[in-house]
């Protein structure tokens, strides 16, 4: 049976307001994650940021993050670029290579719901930094030894 991840974050409590320094209001940069209960198996990690509420579509993908090497807590404000931190790769989130925080469209009022999905994985992903969520969805397939997640809420004013 697969052992949970439990994820927090200094910069927000689960279920909490997210900072506008974490985004497209503010700097926009990635908040710290921190893993709680990472099994000595985990070979890399991946990370994917999604608006949950964004009508018609599913998961819409803020931030992703792969090949980054097993550690307790991902460090705030990751380098742009499609290569990063300690040699991990960053996909396309909005047609750029980096993390893009929450800024949802200003005709959408409600609060939106953000979620940090961590995945510890048995090897390193064979993928170019072009790919998008579908993708690295697809080739972490098989290779998830744990996930947990951290749920935020951001609400423009």
Known sequence: MQQTLEITSPAFPSGGLIPKLHTGDGEDVSPALQLHGLCREAVSLAVILDDLDIPFISNYSHWLLWNLPPTEEIPASIPPGPSTLHGAAQGRAYGKNCY????????????HRYVFRVYALDGFLQLDASAKRKA???????HILQEGQILGVYHRS
Do not use: E, N, T
């Open 136 to 142: 690295l969805v697809k080739a972490m397939q098989g």
């Open 100 to 111: 893009r925080g929450p800024y949802p469209p200003a005709f959408l009022r409600k609060p």
